[in-house]
């Protein structure tokens, strides 16, 4: 959009935060460092990989040789149910030192006992299994927990000490900052509007079509007008949805299917196994009023030009606010004529 094609700012209405537009830049020479990029074909099954079906795990732990899902207690998780102060305070009532106490529970969800098959290469009904596992362990964890955090890093440049495809759950009773902060922005907006921020946001987006990679009955993905990573992506809920245990089986099935597209996209980009870190953010069950709300999911992926060269957030960015290059439109063309046959079955001559 020409209209764009010079340096601006634009606000996140989520955070308030903004980020540093300046599209002049991603013509200049990179020099910088470069990742290498993962090119060869996993097996189905590893015998050493601690998530494979029937393999023993690092606490000893055997896996039972599960069929479809598979979610346990994360062996290593950065909360659990027991903390060694139950009170909340300050250190010697100094509140330049403040702390509370923590406790949830880390589970870690198995998408397939494929070890070669990430999100993109699962079938609908595969994906869908793996939505309702979400869902089923949402519901669980939130009848204790106010705070129910749903993600995934996928591949090495994102931190994933394991390759076979797997996702996260943490639940605690805190509320985190960013739904913290998200809360408030959204609060504010439906006191002054009395509609859903996302609602209307969505709607706009849908209209306009410029910034949306894929639709469908219910659920929408794009491109946000605000977007930070270089090919960062917003799934919303486009029907009254606040909490992930409010995703019918029906809703289920269209996001199975709303996510292998948007993924199988992201792949054929740069014919890779595109990385990203991906998670969830549903309405705190603890909220006397949760209107202001609606489910939606962020993909923030690090690949910038190549499936080799990395966007890194330094300098600028960790000082003073985000900026990025490659403008969220530009962002948005590329993603949109990506292919949605895969790559790999391509490449196989398969539809």
Same mark, same amino acid.
């Given at each position: 959009m020409s209209e764009f094609e010079y340096t601006h700012r634009r606000k996140n209405p989520l955070t308030g935060d903004w980020v540093l537009v300046s599209p002049h830049r991603n013509n200049r020479p990179w020099? %910088?460092?470069?990742? @290498?990029?993962?090119?060869?074909?996993?097996?189905?099954? !590893?015998?050493?990989?601690?998530?494979?079906? %029937?393999?023993?795990?690092?606490?000893?732990?055997?896996?039972?040789?599960?069929?479809?899902t598979f979610v346990f207690v994360n062996d290593f998780g950065a909360l659990n149910s027991q903390t060694t102060k139950?009170?909340?305070?300050?250190?010697?009532?100094?509140?330049?030192?403040?702390?509370?106490?923590?406790?949830?529970?880390?589970? !870690?969800?198995?998408?397939?006992?494929?070890?070669?098959?990430?999100?993109?290469q699962l079938s609908v009904a595969e994906l869908t299994k793996v939505v309702t596992t979400w869902r089923e362990n949402y519901l669980e964890l939130a009848?204790?927990?106010a705070n129910v955090h749903i993600f995934e890093n996928k591949g090495e440049i994102m931190g994933c000490s394991q390759p076979h495809p797997h996702g996260q759950i943490w639940a605690h009773q805190h509320t985190s900052s960013e739904i913290s902060k998200k809360g408030s922005h959204q609060a504010a907006y439906y006191g002054r509007h009395q509609t859903p921020l996302l609602a209307n946001y969505?709607?706009?987006?849908?209209?306009? &079509?410029?910034?949306?990679?894929?639709?469908?009955?219910? =659920?929408a993905a794009v491109?946000?007008? =605000?977007a930070a990573w270089p090919f960062e992506t917003l799934v919303v809920a486009r029907q009254d949805i606040r909490q992930f &245990? @409010? !995703?019918?089986?029906?809703?289920?099935?269209?996001?199975?299917?709303?996510?292998?597209?948007?993924?199988?996209?992201?792949?054929? !980009?740069?014919?890779?196994?595109?990385?990203?870190?991906? &998670? =969830?953010?549903?309405?705190?069950?603890?909220?006397?009023?949760?209107?202001? =709300?609606r489910l939606h999911a962020h993909f923030y992926p690090p690949l910038l030009r190549s499936a080799t060269v990395k966007k890194h957030m330094v300098g600028y960015e960790m000082l003073a606010e985000s900026q990025r290059d490659l403008s969220a439109e530009t962002a948005a063309?590329?993603?949109?004529?990506?292919?949605?046959?895969?790559?790999? @079955?391509?490449? @196989?001559?398969?539809?």
């Open positions: 020099l %910088g460092a470069t990742e @290498q990029a993962s090119t060869e074909s996993l097996p189905s099954y !590893v015998e050493d990989c601690p998530l494979c079906p %029937g393999n023993n795990r690092a606490n000893d732990a055997k896996n039972p040789d599960y069929q479809d139950e009170s909340n305070g300050s250190a010697a009532d100094d509140e330049l030192f403040t702390f509370e106490a923590a406790r949830g529970e880390c589970r !870690v969800v198995c998408f397939s006992p494929d070890h070669s098959k990430t999100m993109p009848s204790t927990y969505i709607d706009k987006e849908l209209a306009d &079509g410029t910034r949306v990679i894929c639709s469908n009955e219910h =659920w491109v946000p007008f =605000w &245990g @409010q !995703v019918s089986d029906e809703h289920a099935v269209t996001l199975a299917r709303l996510l292998k597209e948007l993924t199988t996209r992201y792949d054929n !980009v740069f014919n890779c196994s595109f990385p990203y870190s991906m &998670g =969830w953010h549903s309405a705190p069950t603890n909220l006397a009023d949760d209107s202001h =709300w063309a590329i993603l949109q004529k990506a292919s949605t046959t895969h790559y790999k @079955q391509a490449a @196989q001559g398969k539809d």
